[in-house]
């Protein structure tokens, strides 16, 4: 089974709501997800001091956790302020003002006060969970400030991209196929954006960036 990160909704100001909130409803509540990475704009929804640790207790073991939570519609406007960033960090790979809409607009249709992700599963892939947490939080620290070399290399080890060299159309779920036909490495760079929702998930709501 793939370790998956997930970008969810909640009126409960409180992480990990699909562990902690026994109301949670994944249909409604999950707005998009990802195999082994957190998507590249999930990240700017969020700021360092949006970042709670937790430690829950399962099974008799604690785990400690790491996760950003922050009010909907705050993380809309640091999304909108993120963008001119993001552009300017990867400018040799194109624009990505068509991808932020797709994604706003998938969070102004969720009726819900909080927006949260769920990466334990992610962090547990790498050789440290706290490595991860680490990198994670110095990712959301460099929105805005930091146009090195070694922020692009942390957002895209993080988003797991794959030779990438130019982010493929925003529309590419959307509209036919152009030419030249688009590569397995286009369809995957194009989830590393922001996610999967329903259509090629199974999980969770549709989103815009997907056909119905």
């Not at 370790?3 to 909640?10: E, G, K, Q, R, W």
């Not at 409180?14 to 509540?29: G, L």
């Not at 700021?47 to 640790?53: C, D, K, Q, S």
């Not at 706003?104 to 969720?110: C, P």
Request: glycine fraction near 4%; proline fraction near 6%.
């Amino acid at each position: 089974m793939s370790n998956c990160s997930y970008l969810c909704a909640t009126n409960v100001e409180d992480t990990y709501p699909s562990f902690s909130d026994e109301s949670y409803d994944p249909d409604v509540q999950t707005i998009a997800c990802d195999v082994w990475c957190v998507p590249l704009l999930w990240m700017a929804l969020f700021r360092p001091n949006n970042i709670v640790r937790k430690t829950f207790t399962v099974d008799g073991d604690d785990i400690v956790t790491e996760a950003p939570i922050v009010a909907r519609t705050l993380a809309i406007r640091q999304l909108v302020e993120a963008v001119p960033y993001f552009n300017k960090l990867f400018a040799a790979e194109g624009r990505l003002d068509e991808y932020a809409e797709f994604l706003q607009q998938a969070l102004e249709s969720v009726d819900y006060e909080y927006v949260t992700i769920e990466l334990h599963e992610i962090a547990c892939l790498a050789d440290s969970e706290q490595n991860f947490y680490d990198s994670f939080r110095e990712a959301l620290a460099a929105i805005g400030t930091d146009e090195t070399s070694g922020a692009k290399v942390r957002f895209s080890e993080i988003a797991a991209f794959r030779d990438l060299t130019k982010f493929p159309p925003a529309r590419l779920l959307l509209d036919e196929a152009g030419d030249p036909e688009p590569t397995d490495d286009d369809f995957w760079n194009h989830c590393r954006v922001c996610g999967a929702g329903q259509s090629q998930s199974g999980l969770g709501l549709p989103v815009p960036w997907e056909p119905e």
